[in-house]
């Protein structure tokens, strides 16, 4: 008998020839929904998130999204992210600043009202646990072809040592050669003369003074632009006061103008969450770096000035007591956000890190800085020394062995190059010398680095041209092992990171990321780029095996050398005690952050731990306890005041 198929085996077949048609037609897009459905499945996995990590997309409600540029962790456990005008002309012609805090435990927000423009200053944890922010954005950078009306520095000088002057906005000043009249853009205060007599004969000396200002022709036009250098009448002024102030300006023109910065400073408040004004900087900083030293003081170094150029060696210290500043008594140039850490004996560390502004060939040397002599020794051996710039610094678990590493790096400016580099450093040898590490994948500007409770280092994004161009942001992410100096891959974050990111690490282990700030959206570079407010959260390997320890009962305040009992009934297990101070990062530059090694002893019940004497390992503040067990598993944090 002839085989006849049934009627459902026909069209079971007719399907399946259909199917083999459109895989024919269609094959390279099947292709890839196939393997995109298999990596979503596999990722999900136990066993690959044990060996690997997870990413997870924070479900930030629409209000609360802003353009993060800053990131602190504040001893209440939530995030303070600031965005200031957020790289935005538009916000920032508004007055549109913003900041949110996050609590990562509720997953909740709140908008903080925030006085000035924030966007690109300096910040760093205080010994009370309060965030000092200082510097910001006055104006906006323009390009050669966007300026419309000429301008520039007026420096303006006061012979008389009776009193100082206070300049509005908006002061006039009319040159006695050209007849050109400029506009000041900002209020400006002109301190009185220094009168100083002579022991010898009793002769007065008067020396003027002198403050500088932003000027602009109050009409637009090229007539209006001066080339030669001009004393400057004050309108407004009468008598002996237009005798003894005077300006004095060289070529006020149409050339680019840089960002400017301010003065401004504020105390963020975790308990109040409010912002509170404190006296200002001496120097206008946009770009600064803020670094705590032994004594809990905080320096305050490099930056744009008030007229856009970087501030020549001015560097200051902020004294949280009194809540003012003073001049460092001698100079010393560094380019914009270098990374200074603290070291052992209270000298500063320079990595070469920075993120951009400055000469290429002035103050990029690493070397350890004497703060108090100004005596600088140089370390030798830095790899690529010419693409340090967007390169990341951290100090390396634990602080004790005082070892830094220097990650990727690019070229100065809008270069395109970058490197794989790392660079390592031991400080506790004699004669220290920068020697290179294991590679990244490759080259990487913007790499983002958090340190783990483990003694691993979390290595995340960037990417390898100048803000994300070409399309080259870096989809990689690994841990570096300090003890075998070797890195391991693990997950694939999914949203690109360049200019503007961080990372942070959380009180229960996880990494936050934020930010970035891409020049264009697509490969050919022909479409502006968008701000990336989705902000992620890695969760790392320790995190998904079986059991983790946990500190019970304990105190939470102790001091240098002294010691404390935490309850546990995983003290049999635990192997190593970590003090982490919380990260504050901004442009990939966070040298908040350390992992300190503690002693400790096991009870039945629990462990004793011993803080290490040394200030200048320890400086005082808050800090995260960690514990981590014989399976290298992180409990959550407990937060600890060292006074």
């Avoid at 008067?206 to 007539?223: C, D, I, L, N, P």
């Amino acid at each position: 008998m002839k085989y006849r198929p049934s009627r459902r085996t026909r069209r079971i077949s007719i399907g399946a020839a259909a199917v083999l048609v459109v895989a024919g037609m269609n094959g390279p897009a099947l292709y890839r929904f196939s393997s995109e459905k298999y990596h979503a499945y596999k990722i999900n996995q136990p066993d690959y998130k044990a060996e690997n990590g997870h990413w997870d997309l924070l479900d930030v409600p629409e209000k609360n999204r802003i353009h993060t540029i800053h990131a602190a962790l504040l001893h209440t456990g939530k995030v303070l992210l600031i965005a200031g005008s957020g790289n935005n002309a538009k916000m920032f012609a508004s007055k549109t600043f913003r900041s949110v805090l996050w609590d990562p435990e509720k997953n909740t927000y709140k908008n903080i009202p925030t006085p000035k423009d924030m966007f690109c200053a300096g910040h760093t944890q205080l010994p009370d646990g309060k965030l000092l922010v200082a510097g910001g954005t006055q104006r906006y950078e323009k390009l050669k072809g966007d300026v419309r009306k000429a301008g520039g520095l007026m420096i303006v000088k006061n012979e008389s040592p009776d009193s100082p002057k206070t300049l509005p906005a908006g002061t006039l000043f009319t040159g006695k050669a050209s007849g050109k009249t400029f506009e000041s853009k900002d209020n400006l205060l002109v301190p009185r003369a220094k009168k100083k007599a002579d022991p010898a004969t009793g002769q007065v000396t008067v020396t003027a003074s002198e403050a500088r200002v932003y000027v602009e022709a109050r009409e637009r036009g090229r007539k209006h632009s001066t080339g030669d250098t001009d004393n400057y009448r004050i309108q407004g002024l009468k008598g002996a006061e237009a005798k003894n102030l005077y300006g004095i300006a060289n070529k006020l023109s149409f050339d680019k103008k840089d960002f400017q910065g301010i003065k401004d400073a504020f105390e963020f408040d975790p308990v109040a969450e409010r912002y509170i004004r404190v006296d200002p900087m001496h120097e206008a900083r946009w770009y600064p770096t803020l670094t705590t030293l032994k004594d809990g003081k905080v320096l305050s170094v490099s930056g744009l000035d008030e007229i856009g150029q970087v501030v020549p060696g001015k560097n200051e210290i902020y004294d949280p007591k009194t809540k003012k500043w003073s001049y460092l008594p001698r100079q010393r140039f560094f380019p914009t956000y270098p990374a200074l850490f603290l070291t052992n004996g209270g000298k500063i560390f320079y990595t070469g890190s920075n993120a951009g502004y400055g000469p290429a060939t002035k103050g990029r040397t690493p070397g350890l800085w004497d703060v108090d002599t100004n005596e600088f020794d140089p370390v030798p051996g830095m790899s690529d020394p010419d693409i340090l710039e967007t390169s990341m610094s951290v100090m390396l678990p634990p602080a004790q062995d005082q070892k830094f590493m220097v990650i990727g790096g690019g070229g100065v400016g809008e270069s395109e190059k970058s490197s794989e580099k790392t660079r390592l450093v031991d400080l506790k040898k004699r004669d220290p010398r920068f020697k290179d590490g294991a590679p990244l994948s490759e080259g990487t500007r913007y790499p983002g680095g958090s340190i783990l409770p483990d003694d691993t280092v979390f290595v995340s994004g960037g990417s390898g041209d100048y803000r994300g161009r070409g399309d080259s942001n870096i989809l990689k992410a690994q841990i570096y092992d300090a003890r075998t100096g070797t890195f391991r891959k693990v997950a694939d974050p999914t949203v690109g990171r360049n200019y503007h990111s961080g990372t942070i690490l959380l009180p229960d282990g996880r990494v936050m990321i934020f930010g970035s700030d891409s020049l264009y959206s697509d490969a050919a570079n022909t479409k502006p780029g968008v701000f990336e407010k989705r902000i992620e959260i890695y969760t790392p390997p320790y995190l998904y095996r079986d059991s983790r320890p946990k500190l019970d009962s304990g105190p939470d305040r102790v001091r240098r050398g002294g010691t404390a009992t935490f309850r546990t009934r995983y003290a049999s297990t635990i192997k190593n005690v970590r003090l982490m101070r919380p990260s504050a990062v901004t442009h990939v530059t966070d040298v908040d952050q350390r992992s300190i090694a503690m002693d400790f002893n096991r009870s039945a019940d629990g462990i004793s731990v011993t803080v290490p004497k040394d200030r200048s390992l320890v400086p005082s503040g808050w800090y995260m306890l960690f514990v981590t067990d014989d399976q290298g598993t992180p409990s959550k944090a407990r937060w600890v005041e060292v006074p």
